[in-house]
């Protein structure tokens, strides 16, 4: 089954405490990104990658850090994570944008850091 | 400034009722959009993707139009079931790999 898949669904942690949080595609997409969402704000970029061993910076990128050294996977890094890094965070991966092609989005990690 | 804006906020309609969701955007160069749907808690699920060309895009109950002129868009979901239930999202590609989300529209239907 095609899908994006994360982990943890659920962290609660503490501030300065470093933690990765995993995503992996299984669809062969070249380009993947991680969102934040918060209530009435809507989905935020914070990173993307277009292939692998190449990111960039979205529009929330601040304290956020991710890697891509293979295709499939693309985690995502909070070195010292604050409270105000409390969200709900969505991985995406897709063939690409400007052809119109699909995103598809993870399940979700709610993260809650006191 | 790159921007998306949806309207309303938030909807509450009776099943099987229709309605009409509201994307204006200023983003450019347009590449396409997107209208996404999202349940509580959980990934967003795309609908439709319209290209610049494309005016109308249905997918069963969702009809997606563009007016690439006006840089505006709607959902219109007929036949409401209480499934329907869920925030819907537009999202507006532009400069080839940048993207701008909608905060959203909260659809309510109610038995």
């Known amino acids: 089954e095609a899908q994006v898949t994360q982990n943890p669904r659920y962290l609660i942690t503490v501030t300065g405490k470093k933690l990765t949080v995993t995503c992996s595609q299984n669809?062969?997409?070249?380009?993947m990104s991680w969102y934040r969402q918060d209530p009435g704000l809507g989905l935020r970029q914070i990173y993307y990658?277009?292939?692998?061993?190449?990111?960039d910076k979205g529009d929330v990128p601040e304290g956020y850090k991710v890697s891509r050294k293979e295709k499939r996977n693309f985690p995502l890094i909070l070195e010292s994570p604050s409270p105000n890094q409390t969200s709900l965070y969505f991985c995406?991966?897709?063939?690409?944008?400007?052809?119109?092609?699909?995103?598809?989005f993870g399940p979700g990690t709610r993260l809650t850091v006191t | 400034k790159n921007q998306v804006e949806q309207s309303p906020q938030s909807l509450i309609i009776l099943e099987g009722k229709n309605c009409t969701l509201q994307c204006n955007y200023t983003v450019s160069p347009f590449s396409n959009l997107r209208w996404y749907k999202q349940d509580t808690g959980r990934g967003p699920v795309s609908l439709t993707i319209?290209?610049?060309?494309?005016n109308t895009k249905s997918n069963g109950r969702y009809t997606a139009t563009l007016d690439a002129d006006t840089k505006q868009s709607s959902l219109h979901i007929t036949a409401s079931q209480l499934s329907d239930s869920a925030s819907y999202i537009c999202?507006?590609?532009?400069?080839?790999?940048?993207?701008?989300f909608g905060a959203g529209t909260r659809l309510t239907v109610k038995p």
């Open positions: 995406a991966s897709s063939r690409g944008l400007v052809k119109g092609y699909e995103q598809y």
């Open positions: 319209m290209t610049f060309s494309e």
């Open positions: 990658s277009m292939n692998v061993e190449v990111t």
């Open positions: 999202v507006v590609s532009y400069n080839n790999n940048d993207m701008r």
């Open positions: 669809m062969n997409h070249e380009y």
